[in-house]
């Protein structure tokens, strides 16, 4: 039909924010969840769709971006815990959300110390950009010898005995906010400002009956904000389930806070600086801090040992970050040392990422618990 044809090829030129302002002209405010899905996931032009958002040249940069001694650790506390499991003959080594593939490769690079772990790994990336798929592809064809699939969702995967890491994977992930007024809580939701023709938060005018432990606590006040990440909760459930049934164990690493707390967490991040998240969708890499107290409260929910959160910086000295720094700087110039030592000290110190990252780890109740995990 013409008419159609028409109406395809007008709504192709128009950008993605041109798009959000027309459907909510059109049918009212929508969701932060909702928008944040889309700025983020849009099959065309999504954030990560579209763009090339990690590293130097990108956005934002990433633990394993930023030195290998990140990638290699976690590869050693992946193998000992294949020891844990007994080491069996085949297991799926998953990675949510790998970006450009660099924490697996070093992951496998650091493994071959054990070919026997390597032999039975089955490597699934959970992604759903393509464009970070052929970057991924590009970093796994220097490991020809691992067989790597891609899966949309984490429940493509066929059940198995498992390890899981996910790095900056649940920041990602959609939220929805909610906001005291003296009625109740209602939905903060994206809308237009029709005098300015730009997106802005309203809420919604009814409040709504919260099921989150902060909505029953008498100390909110009016403003307090909760935020719930729903995608979050279902994923961690269903990690959960695998890990009961099968022996495995999951690391999840990310900025956040280690209990519920209220707070407008939402931000953006262009071209490696703050910007506003409802400014130009799609072109900024939209985040939310992740509540490590909600996910473990799923977790254990589902019947699986949590350990942690405890900080990047406890977790990585635990593991020997300092021993593994000297031993890559032997023989190294001192350009190079000054180099590996700077990225280090990025990822453990306290004002850089050591604090403000967490790491937490669900486990099968038959293993032992995990290394980096003492006292917490
Ligand atoms: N873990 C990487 C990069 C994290 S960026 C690192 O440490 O460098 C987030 C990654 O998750 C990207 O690869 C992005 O494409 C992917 N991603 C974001 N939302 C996703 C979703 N809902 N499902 C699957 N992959 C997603």
Same mark, same amino acid.
């Given at each position: 039909?013409? /008419?159609?044809?028409?109406?395809? =090829?007008?709504?192709?030129?128009?950008?993605?924010?041109?798009?959000?302002?027309?459907?909510?002209?059109?049918?009212?405010?929508?969701?932060?969840?909702?928008?944040?899905?889309?700025?983020?996931?849009?099959?065309?032009?999504?954030?990560?769709?579209?763009?090339?958002?990690? /590293?130097?040249?990108?956005?934002?940069?990433?633990?394993?971006?930023? =030195?290998?001694?990140?990638?290699?650790?976690?590869?050693?506390?992946?193998?000992?815990?294949?020891?844990?499991?007994?080491?069996?003959?085949?297991?799926?080594?998953?990675?949510?959300?790998?970006?450009?593939?660099?924490?697996?490769?070093?992951?496998?690079?650091? $493994?071959?110390?054990?070919?026997?772990?390597?032999?039975?790994?089955?490597?699934?990336?959970?992604?759903?950009?393509?464009?970070?798929?052929?970057?991924?592809?590009?970093?796994?064809?220097?490991? =020809?010898?691992?067989?790597? +699939?891609?899966?949309?969702?984490? +429940?493509?995967?066929?059940?198995?005995?498992?390890?899981?890491? #996910?790095?900056?994977?649940?920041?990602?992930?959609?939220?929805?906010?909610?906001?005291?007024?003296?009625?109740?809580?209602?939905?903060?939701?994206?809308?237009?400002?029709?005098?300015?023709?730009?997106?802005?938060?309203?809420?919604?005018?009814?409040?709504?009956?919260?099921?989150?432990?902060? #909505?029953?606590?008498?100390?909110?006040?009016?403003?307090?904000?909760?935020?719930?990440?729903?995608?979050?909760?279902?994923?961690?459930?269903?990690?959960?389930?695998?890990?009961?049934?099968?022996?495995?164990?999951?690391?999840?690493?990310?900025?956040?806070?280690?209990?519920? $707390?209220?707070?407008?967490?939402?931000?953006?991040?262009? +071209?490696?600086?703050?910007?506003?998240?409802?400014?130009?969708?799609?072109?900024?890499?939209?985040?939310?801090?992740?509540?490590?107290?909600?996910?473990?409260?799923?977790?254990?929910?589902?019947?699986? =040992?949590?350990?942690?959160?405890?900080?990047?910086?406890?977790?990585?000295?635990?593991?020997?970050?300092?021993?593994?720094?000297?031993?890559?700087?032997?023989?190294?110039?001192?350009?190079?040392?000054?180099?590996?030592?700077?990225?280090?000290?990025?990822?453990? #110190? $306290?004002?850089?990422?050591?604090?403000?990252?967490?790491?937490?780890?669900?486990?099968?109740?038959?293993?032992?618990?995990? #290394? /980096?995990?003492?006292? /917490?």
């Amino acid at each position: 039909m013409p /008419g159609t044809d028409k109406t395809t =090829s007008k709504s192709a030129t128009l950008t993605l924010e041109q798009r959000l302002k027309t459907l909510i002209a059109q049918r009212g405010p929508i969701s932060i969840a909702d928008y944040m899905a889309d700025a983020l996931s849009h099959p065309q032009e999504g954030y990560y769709m579209s763009g090339s958002p990690i /590293g130097a040249q990108g956005d934002f940069t990433t633990a394993p971006e930023i =030195s290998q001694l990140f990638g290699e650790i976690i590869g050693l506390w992946l193998v000992q815990s294949w020891l844990d499991m007994g080491s069996p003959d085949a297991f799926n080594l998953i990675e949510l959300g790998p970006g450009r593939g660099v924490l697996m490769s070093d992951i496998l690079r650091a $493994a071959r110390l054990r070919p026997n772990f390597l032999r039975a790994a089955n490597v699934w990336f959970v992604e759903n950009s393509g464009r970070m798929r052929l970057e991924q592809k590009k970093r796994m064809d220097l490991h =020809s010898e691992i067989k790597v +699939n891609w899966v949309d969702r984490y +429940n493509d995967i066929p059940e198995g005995p498992c390890l899981l890491i #996910a790095n900056e994977f649940f920041d990602c992930l959609p939220i929805q906010q909610f906001e005291k007024t003296h009625l109740g809580w209602h939905e903060r939701m994206v809308g237009m400002d029709p005098t300015k023709d730009t997106l802005t938060y309203e809420l919604a005018p009814a409040p709504i009956p919260l099921d989150h432990p902060l #909505a029953k606590e008498e100390t909110a006040k009016d403003k307090d904000i909760i935020e719930i990440c729903t995608p979050a909760t279902k994923l961690i459930s269903q990690i959960a389930k695998t890990l009961h049934n099968h022996k495995g164990r999951a690391l999840i690493i990310d900025y956040g806070h280690y209990s519920s $707390a209220f707070g407008d967490t939402f931000q953006a991040i262009r +071209n490696h600086e703050f910007c506003a998240p409802l400014e130009k969708p799609g072109t900024a890499d939209l985040t939310a801090h992740v509540d490590f107290q909600m996910l473990g409260d799923t977790a254990i929910h589902e019947n699986t =040992s949590v350990y942690g959160a405890v900080s990047q910086g406890t977790f990585l000295d635990r593991l020997g970050l300092v021993y593994r720094l000297q031993a890559l700087c032997r023989g190294k110039t001192q350009e190079e040392q000054e180099a590996l030592r700077a990225g280090a000290n990025r990822l453990s #110190a $306290a004002d850089q990422m050591g604090e403000l990252f967490k790491v937490m780890c669900m486990a099968n109740p038959e293993l032992e618990p995990p #290394a /980096g995990f003492e006292n /917490g």
